[in-house]
């Protein structure tokens, strides 16, 4: 069984920041590429931030230049700067993962990120 483990999540300010922490556990053989997406009610999931195994980044145009992904080992971060009220949402951790079997996506339950004064 694997796991994805999200934390970070809270209630922060408007312009203060958050890390988020995924930490993905069980049995694989590699990770392929990691991720953060985000929905806020009412709207789609949409994608925050990705890196890949060999540490290729792409980004939202939303948050280019205040958030940041990273990887170490198992677990992916992303830093959260300047946080805007419009960046409230639950935000996913999500893995596709080489288990040795061929490719399989995994997401977490998902972690609360709340922007307000």
């Known amino acids: 069984q694997v796991q994805l483990v999200e934390s970070g999540g809270g209630l922060v300010q408007p312009g203060g920041s958050l890390r988020l922490s995924c930490a993905a556990s069980?049995?694989?053989?590699?990770?392929?590429?990691m991720g953060w997406y985000r929905q806020a009610p009412g709207n789609q999931r949409e994608v925050v931030a990705t890196?890949?195994?060999?540490?290729s980044t792409n980004y939202a145009d939303s948050v280019k230049g205040r958030f940041t992904i990273s990887r170490d080992k198992n677990t992916v971060y992303v830093q959260m700067n300047s946080l805007k009220p419009e960046d409230t949402a639950v935000y996913y951790c999500?893995?596709?993962?080489?288990?040795?079997?061929?490719?399989?996506?995994?997401w977490g339950q998902g972690t609360q990120v709340t922007v307000s004064s």
């Open positions: 999500n893995a596709i993962l080489d288990r040795g079997l061929g490719l399989r996506n995994y």
């Open positions: 069980g049995s694989f053989f590699r990770i392929t590429i």
């Open positions: 890196i890949t195994s060999g540490g």
